[in-house]
Each structure stands twice: as structure tokens, then as C-alpha cells.
């Protein structure tokens, strides 16, 4: 690895026609993975993927100019200091305000690429081209700023993020919300059957905390092994496993962890009012990412959680 300032004239502009081409297959990238669910912003990127052809089209102008028709391959992770990036084709679903976010950073780290090989170029043509460039990736967040308000106009914003509120549904809440809602009330029958059978909190304890990991791990391979993705948008099948079963677990280990506590008769009473918590939390999940009404949700899940709890109690009586 090389360090910036051993570089020659010669090695700074194919280094900077290689970052160009770089980044403008990143921007392209983004637009292709934004297309279909967000065209508008998929447009913005557009426009930044065209920025960057002009850009490495003037270097390799000059370069001819100065130096002729081979241009030696330098990239950046032969060069100390620059930032290494994730390849955008590893990261699937693109999440908009990521993109975002790695857009900026890369127009920062051009911008002082360019004022850093400006200083140190001795031929006033490269200089005057490198200042000129370092000048516009200075106004490059200008220019994307202009380029999403001519794209993206109130009612394709408000789209976009409707759109984007949807996948988060999808992706995220549901899984979740599956894996909470069977680790809460899946896992009321065994550790509140054990409770009342043995009146002992650590056994009541050791099958909340089995039933709690087996269930998240079981729900988890479950969602994971569901569909892959590719047709139903619910993103990559492992990441929605690992969503429901960390949620799976959380949900049965809520009302599990009370029964760590020795007196037998607070241990009960603390976790009767965690799964009541745990009963509103999915209540009020299910109201504001579902749209289910309140009382309604409030139902479902009580009644649910009710028969469950009830099965439970008469197993460890009987």
C-alpha cells in the first residue's frame, strides 16, 4: 500500500479517473436497487451517476493530453487513507436513507481528494482541473439538494415514504411483532403450568427459560426457511429469522425473569403484571403499524393471552 503524498502526477489522475469510474458505477447501483421501489430517488442518483461521467471524462482527456492512452489501474484501497466501502451489491434491500447518507460521505471524501492532489500537483492544467473539480464536489450537495427537489416533488416524496414505511412494515414490524406475539403467549402455558404445579420459581423459572429458547430458535428457522424473499419483498430471509426469533425469545423471557425472584407469591404477581405489558405492547404495535383499532387489538390479544394463561393455570392445579 502506498501513501498518498509518494504518489507522482501521473499516479494522481489515474487514481482520480479510477475513483470517478468507481463512484459512478456506485451511483449507478443505488438507482438500480431505488428503481423500484423509489423511481423519483433512483432519478436523483441518476443525475449524481451522470455528474461523475463528466468528471472522469475531462481526467481522461487530460491524461491523454499529458501522459497518452495507458492509464496504469491504481485504485483506492491501494492508497493510504482513503475509506474503505462496503460494495453496494452486498447490500440488499438498499435502505434509502443509508444510501443516502453514503452518497454524502462519498462526496466529502472526493472533495478532499481533490483539494489534497491539487496541492500537490505541479503542472497548472492538472491544477486548474483538480481545482475545478474539488470546486464542484464542494457544490455537489447543492446540486443533489436541486436534483430531489426537481425529482422529488411533495406528492412523489410523499409516496416514496409511504413506500418506504411499507417495506419497514414488511421487513421488520411483522416478524417482530409474529415472534413477540408467540413468545408471549405461547410460553404463558408451561411456565405458569410449572409455577402452580411445583410453587417453586427456579422450576418455574428453567421452563420459561427453555420453552423461551427453544421457541425463539424454532420461529426463527421457521420465518428464515418461509421464502427467500425474492417474490414477496419481505427482505432477506435471514435477517427476518433473526428478527422473530430474538423477539420470540424476548417475549417468553419478559415474564420468565420475575421467577429469578425467591418469594414465591412476588414472583408471581411481577410477572402477572409483565405479561399484561408485554399484552399492550403487541396491542399497541399492532394499532399503529397494522391500523388494527385499539380496543379491537386490545381484544384479540387479551383474549388470546387470557386462554393461554388459564390453560396454563389449570394444567399446574390439576
Known amino acids: 500500500m502506498r501513501s498518498f503524498d509518494s504518489l507522482s502526477e501521473k499516479e494522481i489522475l489515474a487514481l482520480a479517473i479510477s475513483l470517478e469510474e468507481e463512484d459512478e458505477r456506485i451511483y449507478a447501483d443505488y438507482a438500480e436497487g431505488l428503481r423500484t421501489s423509489y423511481p ?56 434509502l436513507d443509508a444510501v443516502r447518507k453514503q452518497a454524502s460521505a462519498m462526496e466529502v471524501e472526493s472533495r478532499q481528494f481533490y483539494e489534497r492532489a491539487s496541492a500537490r500537483a505541479q503542472d497548472v492544467g492538472v491544477r486548474r482541473l483538480l481545482d475545478d473539480l474539488a470546486q464542484q464536489e464542494r457544490s455537489h450537495e447543492h446540486r443533489a439538494e436541486a436534483l430531489e427537489t426537481e425529482k422529488l ?18 421487513q421488520v414490524v411483522q416478524p417482530g411483532l409474529a415472534g413477540l406475539m408467540d413468545g408471549s403467549v405461547s410460553t404463558l402455558a408451561p411456565v405458569f403450568a410449572a409455577a402452580f404445579a411445583t410453587q417453586q420459581t427456579r422450576t418455574a423459572f428453567v421452563v420459561g427459560l427453555a420453552a ?9 428457522f421457521a420465518e428464515a426457511l418461509s421464502d427467500d424473499g425474492t417474490l414477496t419483498g419481505r427482505g432477506h430471509p435471514w435477517a427476518r429469522g433473526s428478527i422473530t426469533g430474538l423477539m420470540t425469545a424476548l417475549g417468553g423471557l419478559g415474564h420468565t425473569l420475575p421467577f429469578l425472584i425467591g418469594n414465591f407469591q412476588i414472583a408471581m404477581i ?28 386490545a381484544l384479540q390479544v387479551g383474549l388470546g393471552g387470557a386462554l393461554v394463561f388459564a390453560t396454563g393455570a389449570l394444567l399446574g392445579h390439576s
Do not use: C, N
Open 40 to 95: 423519483a430517488s433512483a432519478g436523483v442518483f441518476d443525475g449524481m451517476r451522470e455528474e461523475e461521467s463528466s468528471h472522469r471524462a475531462r481526467l481522461l482527456e487530460l491524461y491523454r493530453q499529458r501522459f497518452g492512452e495507458h492509464i496504469p489501474l491504481i485504485r483506492r484501497q491501494e492508497v493510504r487513507g482513503f475509506v474503505q466501502r462496503r460494495p453496494s451489491w452486498l447490500v440488499k434491500p438498499l435502505g
Open 153 to 170: 416533488q411533495p406528492d412523489v416524496r410523499q409516496k416514496e415514504d409511504e413506500a418506504r414505511r411499507r417495506l419497514f412494515v414488511l
Open 212 to 220: 423461551s429458547l427453544g421457541a425463539g430458535i424454532s420461529m426463527g
Open 270 to 297: 411481577t410477572a402477572v403484571v409483565v405479561v399484561v405489558i408485554e399484552l399492550a405492547t403487541i396491542t399497541w404495535i399492532r394499532h399503529r403499524y397494522m391500523d388494527t383499532p385499539t380496543v379491537s387489538a
